[in-house]
């Protein structure tokens, strides 16, 4: 049957790495396939919006075997019912199938088209969350990943949401994965009403996949998704393993970033997921209840061997009887870490109470819960606060102070820090200070208990002036640092770092894929270089094309391919640009909109005659200003984000960098409705 056709075929053409958006690298080109969307019956809608977020043309089609080589750079429609003919056939190496399925219209998707299909979006046309689509496709096109920059943080955690139904999980979202990297959903745990008001006992896969819809809906952390087993905690029933593949493979299929495989499944199936994963990441799971594991013995080695096989992550729970066996823990983690320097991360913690000490130690995807969930997920789990708490008991954790050093005397911002730290249970004081003279940076981090900062307005590269101060490449090439990270002690412990760059990057891709921006072109307004690196640095990152400059020249390692226009006719010269960003301050920031109006209804760069439509304009200007070139954007038919996107998403990479903790964007958002910015 179809589900079997699957089985022998590992997803073709999976780039060879999954280099995505991160650091300071550059966006990967990712899936090189033709991308067809199958659509239901008058959603053909829906294909604009991916070719959009893509930034390419499209065209509807009658068939798979009506797409050809000469499609490439095209997004393909295709209806469902006449996809349905000859998905079956369609040369998996030319094209990706996704099957794009409304659930607005009160039925699940066709089980044919499901399996089939390399992915699957499900999405509600009302409200329609356009950063959903964008991001599922840039993921499964293996255009961003999130695992790489995740298994370099020195601590990641995820939160485990034990909610019968996540909806009821959605108003607290926010707060709920404060210090979260990643939000499990525990399928198993999922209660599916039935019409006779009992809950069925494996809930159905449509509704699993609504319940992951509305999770990625609200969140934007990658999305664990776990079967757990009745044996091991868990309430997914275990007499059918095939069952657990095809929940699975829908998991992947559905883009989730992190799919969680028992090692109890069968060797065939746990290969098969590992093979077909695409860009999920794969996390094998190991737990035992009996009491009786022991980690010096050789069964803990084998399993460790045999989960690596066709893990990602391995991830191994036991119960113990005594704390000694959280130091015997410790020492088999530090010999898996010897002994396999290539292998897979692991992330292994030991329940109950007395294993609460391996919890707060385990610095790899540790499960971690929130007060204002139902349950826990597993005996003896804490929340980030809790662990924060223990480590900073033990010394783990020592109190620093971590400074917002500026031309200001104390902002909005700052007591959001404090909240934070508050929140995660972090020991850190905060405190903001007058930059003042010259000199006064310096004299801030030579002090005992200097824990990092941030400097606004920046530090130029060339000249911090502080000793043991290394500079990250984004820093260097940008010339400014916006923050001081400190890692270890001695020489060069201290990092000059910039985030803005990256807030930049995350408000750009927030509704587009980065190859949107690949090869296109980009105009900047600035009223000098410096204002402009990081909008350079951050369009350069996605690959774009030219870039045209408005009120200042670029210099330095970011000038090559900048090209300052000299006149109105170099302006009218210029193809539509894919993006307008403007770093003018507020008194100038109106002076953008004539290009905005110019560019609105733009010549197209693509001969086709159905162009991916989309345009961008970012709006950096900060303070009370002449005109509104967000209003003037959007009745010019651009996508407008102002300062408060890009500063959110910047205050959330800085948080990562000096405390090592993910605050998520929409809860910096969420706390920015109280006057943060
Ligand atoms: O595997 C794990 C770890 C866990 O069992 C714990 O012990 O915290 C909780 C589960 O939800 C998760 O899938």
Redesign the pocket.
Known sequence: MATKQLQDAPTPARPKSTNGVINGTKAGTGDTRIVVIIYGPGQEKIVSVFADVLGKPYRLAPSFQAVGGGDHGTVIGIGASDAKADIGARNKMLMVAINAHCVNLGMPPDLDLSVASDYEFLYTEQPFFRRDLSRFIAFTLGQISHHEALITKPRTYFI?TTFPDVRTALSNLDILSVGSDAV?I?VDLLKEPLPDGTFSSVPSMSYVGEQVMLLRQRTELPIIF?T?CTRE?GRFPMDNPELYYQYLYRAIQWGCEYV?VEIWLPEDIRRRLYEQRGNSRIIS?F?DFSGTFKWPSPEAQSIFQESRKYGDIV?M?TIINSMSENYELEYFRSQIKANNPDGPPLSA?N?GQLGQFSRAVNTVFS?ITHPLLPIV??PG?MSAAEINGALSTMGQLPKKNIYAIGSFRSTPQATFFEKCFNELGLPHNFATVDRGVKGSVEAFCLQPNFGGAYINPPLPASQPNIPQLSLSDAARTIGAIDTIVVRGEGAFSFIGDNATWKGIRATLTRDFAPSAYKDRAAIILSSNGEDAASVIFALRSLNIGKIYTVGFKAQGPLASGVEPFTSIESVQRVDQPFAIISALPPDKSHLVQPLLRHFSNGKHTSSSHLPGLGKVFLDLANGPRKGDPLAVAEQSGWTAYGVADTSAFTTVETLRLLVGQNVPYSFVRLASGRGLY
């Open positions: 485990s499990e525990r776990t757990r905690n969680d799971a737990h991830k729970i913690v329940m499960p997920a597993a789990q």
